[in-house]
């Protein structure tokens, strides 16, 4: 059924919760999946809840799926299969009903309108979202998107095609907990704790810039009139720009300069008095074990000062007196 602008609008403030169990599940069945064959990518069924305005993934389960590669209509389903196992788990929890599909991309592929119309047999308002699960990416691993019919303002055929939505990565404690101790065992045990939040960082600043890039290739590509205009993504671009600085101005070059010298003075500072600590502490370390060897020396002293003591001498010739007449009279025996 063709969708109009403003179910669009409303459609596009949709939100997509993914729980990290998914992210694991997903990760898992394309593990299995890479060691039969890397470059195909698998299938699942998303479980959980939707709510109209938000869409909780909270557990999904893999699907057999096969697709040709060199005809990407030419793909394999199992029906049955998504029967039998949406059953099972209704029986473990009726709250989590299915919500959507995934696939392992990374990225769109020509068959996806098909699958996802199948889909909606089983699910009313499927949501499909596609879990970058390769080693090098970098932010969200997830793209929601909907599947839309379009009218066109100037009376043209209606056109099927895949409406963005935003997507987040949200866990409960228990997840957290179990996501915690899991990085714990993945994590290098050396590594410190100034490290990990310079590569957090480092992650941070990469993602960024795939997205500036991204942003970057679309724009020449709308120029070079190789893309349509999209005014909807031209208001977003407009608005990120509008919240950076002007440099320009003098007096803002002036206040972010002053403010930059404040933060590296309180980090100049900082590693000053960790160093001077660290110092004092390696001082006190030294002194507490010259004074335990001195006293352990000392200890030493006294004990050969007590032994050679003429008392001390003919104890130990009583000692060996005795212990000579006990043999002599083992030897009599």
């Known amino acids: 059924m063709p969708i109009t602008s403003s179910e669009i609008a409303q459609l596009a403030t949709t939100t997509v919760a993914v729980h990290p169990l998914v992210l694991l599940s997903v990760a898992d069945h394309h593990a299995r999946s890479a060691a039969r064959s890397s470059n195909k990518r698998v299938v699942g069924i998303l479980l959980g809840q939707d709510n109209g305005k938000t869409v ?15 005809d990407p209509k030419t793909w ?16 473990v929890n009726a709250r989590e009903r299915p919500v959507g599909w995934y696939h392992t991309g990374p990225k769109m592929r020509a068959s996806d309108q098909e699958i996802n119309e199948l889909f909606k047999k089983f699910i009313p308002r499927p ?18 998107y909907f599947a839309v019919e379009e009218i066109k303002d100037d ?16 866990a409960e404690e228990a997840e957290e907990i179990g996501v ?17 939040r310079v590569q957090e960082q480092l992650s941070s600043l990469r993602g960024l810039q795939s997205r500036i890039l991204e942003i ?36 803002k070059t002036k206040a972010f300069t002053v403010n ?62 005795k212990k000579g007449d006990s043999k002599d009279e083992d030897k009599g025996l």
């Open 56 to 70: 909780n993934v909270a557990n999904s389960f893999a699907v057999p799926f096969e697709e040709d590669d060199k």
């Open 76 to 91: 394999f389903l199992d029906h049955d299969y998504i029967d039998g196992m949406w059953g099972m788990f209704k029986k």
């Open 127 to 144: 949501v499909m979202v596609i879990v970058d699960v390769r080693e090098d990416t970098v932010g969200i691993p997830t793209d929601a």
């Open 155 to 170: 009376g043209t055929e209606t056109q099927k095609t895949f409406l963005h939505v935003p997507s987040t990565i949200e």
């Open 180 to 196: 915690e101790h899991l990085l714990r065992d993945i994590k290098h045990s050396t590594t410190t704790t100034l490290s990990t």
């Open 216 to 251: 970057r290739d679309y724009l020449r590509s709308v120029s070079k009139g190789d893309l349509p205009i999209n005014h909807q993504i031209i208001y977003h671009v407009q608005d990120a720009l509008n919240l950076l600085p002007d440099l320009d101005d003098p007096a």
């Open 260 to 321: 930059n010298n404040d933060q590296l003075l309180v980090v100049y500072l900082s590693s000053l008095l960790r160093a001077v600590i660290a110092l004092h502490a390696l001082v006190d370390n030294k002194e507490s074990i010259g004074k335990a060897e001195l006293e352990e020396k000392e200890g030493e002293d006294e004990k050969k000062a007590k032994n050679n003591t003429p008392g001390a001498k003919k104890a130990d010739d009583a000692k060996d007196e």
